[in-house]
C-alpha cells in the first residue's frame, strides 16, 4: 500500500502561483510503465487530467494548462510537484495526485486532494 499526501493549496489571486506537492510513501518509478499525476475536480464536473510523467521523465499535459502549468520530481523525496502560474479563476478545483504503480501499473492510488481557489 502507497500512500500519497498531497500539500500547498490554497487561496491566490488570478495571475498568481501555487505549488503543490506529492510526497509518495516509497518509490513510484519503479517499472516503466508507472507514472505520477495531478487530476482535479469541480462540482457537476468529471475529474479531470492535470499533468503526468512517467518513468521515462515525458509530461503530458491538459490544453488548458499547457505553458502555465509544470509538473517535475524528486525521486530522491518521492515527490512529484506542480508548479501552477498564471493561475485563473477557471483552475479553481480540488486537486489529486495520483500513482500508478507495480507491474503494469496494476496498482492505482489517489492522494487525499487538496483545494487551490484563484479569486480576487
Known amino acids: 500500500q502507497v500512500q500519497l499526501v498531497e500539500s500547498g493549496g490554497g487561496l491566490v489571486q488570478p495571475g498568481g502561483s501555487l505549488r503543490l506537492s506529492c510526497a509518495a510513501s516509497r518509490s513510484i518509478f519503479i517499472f516503466r510503465t508507472n507514472a505520477m499525476g495531478w487530476y482535479r475536480h469541480t462540482p457537476g464536473k468529471q475529474r479531470e487530467l492535470v499533468a503526468t510523467i512517467n518513468y521515462d521523465d515525458i509530461t503530458n499535459y491538459a490544453d488548458s494548462v499547457k505553458g502555465r502549468f509544470t509538473i517535475s520530481r524528486d525521486n530522491a523525496k518521492n515527490t512529484v510537484y506542480l508548479q501552477m502560474n498564471g493561475l485563473k479563476p477557471e483552475d479553481t478545483a480540488v486537486y489529486y495526485c495520483?500513482?500508478?504503480?507495480?507491474?503494469?501499473?496494476?496498482?492505482?492510488?489517489w492522494g487525499q486532494g487538496t483545494q487551490v481557489t484563484v479569486a480576487s
Open positions: 495520483n500513482a500508478q504503480a507495480g507491474w503494469g501499473n496494476m496498482y492505482n492510488y
